[in-house]
């Protein structure tokens, strides 16, 4: 957005880059001049493809949630989060059994989305939305069974998402960390 793409009289600061950067070789096409001036490549955690359409997929990353509908020919941000440790996804996947329903797990909290990845709301627990959250998985046969990795163990809800409780917690935080399930 801070370049300005589009028609030439709205795109300043390419312009400025451009002209300053006249000994680049010839050939040089504007995918590759936006992508040396854009913000650094970001560590990607997870890619959760649709089961139904291998062209659309989430990815989580360090800055964001990303997706494509083309098949991984364009990615544009589609979740930032409210503050840097809500940008930083760590798991997204999608419900096996209402594939419009997609969990993502951020830095500090659960997240949830009915509708395909248009609108996100928060989990509401409180316990859930303080600690950083690993992973999400839903069971594969039982759709109120959802299982949340966490830096403070494993939660488990029963009815969908609505109430969860701890089944794994040690009293050595260390090994309270659950990365996979």
Do not use: C
Not at 45 to 51: G, L, Q, R, T
Not at 52 to 70: E, Q
Not at 102 to 116: A, F, I, P, R, Y
């Amino acid at each position: 957005a801070r370049l300005g793409v589009g028609l030439t009289s709205s795109a300043p600061f390419l312009q400025l880059a451009v002209r300053k950067k006249r000994g680049w070789a010839p050939g040089m096409i504007l995918k590759q001049t936006l992508s040396l001036l854009s913000k650094p490549p970001t560590e990607v955690k997870w890619i959760s493809v649709n089961p139904t359409n291998p062209d659309d997929a989430f990815a989580a990353t360090k800055s964001g949630l990303l997706r494509t509908t083309d098949g991984g020919a364009s990615w544009p941000t589609v979740y930032i989060g409210a503050s840097r440790k809500e940008s930083q996804i760590n798991h997204v996947t999608r419900n096996p059994h209402a594939p419009n329903e997609v969990w993502m797990s951020t830095s500090v909290g659960l997240h949830v989305s009915k509708d395909d990845g248009e609108t996100w709301a928060p989990v509401n627990d409180s316990r859930l939305a303080t600690y950083k959250i690993r992973w999400v998985t839903i069971h594969p046969r039982d759709p109120q069974r959802i299982y949340v990795g966490t830096t403070s163990g494993m939660f488990m809800s029963t009815d969908g998402g609505k109430e969860y409780d701890w089944v794994f917690i040690t009293p050595w935080p260390p090994q309270n960390r659950v990365r996979y399930i």
